[in-house]
């Protein structure tokens, strides 16, 4: 069996992907020229030296901080076509993405731009690359309920452009029942959603996330484990984790792969799917997580091809599309 050839070869589905995370140093760079942004550091080399990181904030720091360079439509653009282009390499047939608005207007950058931007490239790459892509417009918690609330009315006009809403920022401290009435209203107006919950939070988190936010999908959740009960309950209801690898590795949500309890939840018949979160700073897109989760956890053919169909079937996509997907 050869592992690579096998991960290179499969159809896969990223539903888990920050577009700011995306940006790779020479991007970055190149943006932060272009808009006469000062970005702290002197070459692409000192940059990357910095994506060292111990716990979520100090990343979340660091994205914040570099997600600064984004100015105009055309830099949203050219971002998300990187992203897309890069991924469909790993076989990517469909990826849903997200985009945290919030650390864009309150930096004074128009919603329309962002969004346009991201949305041109998205329908750029149905067009031009043989995939299919949503958008995911995601909050961040650290904010208040009434800023998410902005959001949602910001986004109004675009309704039937986006897939749905999403929530990520530090979770220690912003508890799911903060965002109930968000998204309680999302899901009224028809919206999809998804939320962050387990990564660093309790697995309390990701039972509240299930109960008060309703979600079609958890976000990491790695953290149910500490509740076998939970385990159980995710499995019998086909509740979808998107699992990310490398990020938890990086972030110390565990301290090596060989003890990421990925192959563990998906035995236990929990729908585990694999993505890159922030592949810029996590050192891997698509194909990377899956080598790595493969190699330390000795994932097995079948393992690897579950993987991948769980995330075909925990995508946001009409029966039809699904259908070719599957
Ligand atoms: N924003 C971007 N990546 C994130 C992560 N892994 N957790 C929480 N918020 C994020
Ligand atoms: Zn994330």
Known sequence: LDLNRLIDRMPKAEL??????SLEPELLFALARRNGVEIGFDSEEALRAAYSFTKLQDFLDIFYAGLRVLRTERDFHEMTLAYLRRVRQDNVLHAEVFISPQAHTRRGIPFEAMFEGVDS????AERDLGMTAGLILGFQRQFDESDAFDVVRQAKPYADRFVGFGMGGPELG???AKFARVFAACRAAGHKVVAHAGEEGPAQFVCDAVDLLKLDRVD????????????KRLAGEGVPLTVCPCSNIKLRVFDRMQDHNLAT??????KVTINSDDPSYFGGYMNENFRQAATALDL????LYRLARNGMEAAFVTPARRAELL
């Open 220 to 231: 990491h959740g790695v953290r149910c484990a500490d509740d076998p009960e939970l385990v």
């Open 121 to 124: 490239a998205l329908r750029q």
């Open 300 to 303: 097995t053919e079948a393992e």
């Open 16 to 21: 888990h992907m920050h577009l700011e995370g």
């Open 174 to 176: 912003n508890p799911p």
């Open 265 to 270: 939840l998906l035995r236990a018949g929990v």
